[in-house]
């Protein structure tokens, strides 16, 4: 999928909500565990209900394989789903991924071919060749973290010395590794004040905004200081949408919240 | 596993070598290629003839994953395999992992509960709390990436200034998570310049050192650098053990590698 894709599904559904797939067994209705595959289930029903308030579905990879096997095939059979019957809808594996260029070639190999999602997110802490396998296929995008939403993002990312910002680092060197076409960031939602500074570093780049929701960010806030003119900004929502209920009614309760978020958003995009 | 049953495996087998299961269906030997499981099959007999040579075996997640539900279903009979026939060699599942702390929860309930390994791979860009789930495990350790081998790790983790290296960073806050009985770190062996610095900062930690081998580190120069009175090391060697042939008698060749570094290692340890 292209930017230009990507932009027009936007402004078509006047929404720029990923639903974050960060699907636990633990955590779904009761009624769905008497089913062959109970993850892959969820996923389905929550899709079927939501898609119309969403451009992105983000599965994080993590849920998946804390499944074994049967994680695995769960994903598959939901980025299966969304490839054959929302192929316009941007996928996110949401994987974390950072190696050696050898090592990072079967990651890519793993996630943009065999799987076929649009993207994943990329640690940087390996520089360049652990990079640049993710950025060879045309279409696809690895989404780099430059600066993350949780406590622990200012132990590395965020020092002292203003002038000295690993994640202003992250972005100005990546942005020789590649350009927007194939480059998006994590930037935490919770961190307004940054947003403004990496504008100035990615002007053009798609950001990915975790944290509006369960982690506390204000949209209004958020898209005042992120968007571009060609919108330029995902927001996630994971466990506030697809946890909202876990009665049997889930699905429309989900598509409920997402539509409350898209609702939100349609007032702040421009034509 | 603790500490002390690994350093007494490496007195006793006189050896400080971890082999790295980097195992790629592209690259082992045809015969294989009609076994159900052509990549367990390769691992199971590079293991039955490695390990008297070796302490410690390291799957590497990514070319596992590469080959989808197959990859992961051969992931889990290799851990099975070690933990079932050879309780004694420590395990890396090397993955690389860092996420939040919900996130990361997953992936410790994953590598060191589902498939049982004594340690896994992690990434620190995201900060304490997506450490801290892999070191709430009695007897299990996060090997947190330090100084790696590539050629970005000078795009992040080594800066201009000497005295602000993150790397160095990296040691010094990582030191108030946890100490050496849960804690390791991944160093590159082509650097030695660096180990009597990473030394200071962790005198007592285990050091996982790649790049040996294939990316031409001098063992005698890094065991100089690295060895602490407790050994303090574990060198790995991926390619240049298992790849060694491709004929029938891969499995006596890849022994043969093994046995020569073991030799020399031997040379390098006290008692």
């Given at each position: 999928?292209?930017?230009?894709?990507l932009v027009s599904e936007i402004r078509k559904k006047r929404s720029f909500l990923c639903v974050g797939l960060d699907t636990d067994?633990?955590?779904?209705?009761e009624q769905l565990l008497i089913e062959d595959d109970p993850v892959f289930a969820f996923n389905k029903a929550i899709i079927d209900t939501t898609h119309p308030y969403c451009v992105a579905y983000?599965?994080?990879i993590a849920f998946y394989e804390a499944q074994g096997v049967n994680g695995?095939?769960?994903?598959?059979k939901t980025i299966g789903y969304l490839n054959h019957y929302h192929p316009e809808i941007f996928?996110?594996?949401d994987a974390k991924r950072g190696d050696i260029g050898n090592t990072a070639h079967q990651y890519a190999s793993a996630f943009f071919e065999d799987l076929d999602f649009d993207s994943l997110t990329v640690a940087p802490y390996m520089g360049r060749d652990s990079v640049e396998p993710f950025l060879a296929y045309e279409g696809k995008f690895a989404i780099l973290l430059a600066l993350t939403s949780n406590p622990g993002a200012f132990d590395f990312q965020v020092n002292e010395e203003v002038d000295k910002q690993l994640?202003?680092?992250v972005l100005k060197i990546s942005t020789e590794y590649a350009n927007a076409e194939r480059l998006m960031y994590v930037v935490g939602a919770t961190k307004t004040e940054y947003i403004r500074a990496i504008r100035k570093i990615v002007p053009d780049s798609f950001l990915l905004i975790p944290g509006v929701g369960a982690q506390g960010g204000d949209l209004k806030a958020v898209c005042e200081a992120a968007m571009t003119d060609k919108v330029g900004i995902l927001i996630n929502s994971s466990r506030g949408i697809i946890y909202a209920s876990r009665d049997s009614d889930f699905a429309e309760v989900a598509a409920g919240r997402a539509q409350v978020l898209q609702e939100e958003m349609a007032k702040y995009l421009t034509d």
């Open positions: 999928m292209t930017l230009d894709n067994v633990k955590k779904i209705p983000k599965p994080n695995w095939r769960s994903l598959e996928t996110i594996a994640f202003e680092k």
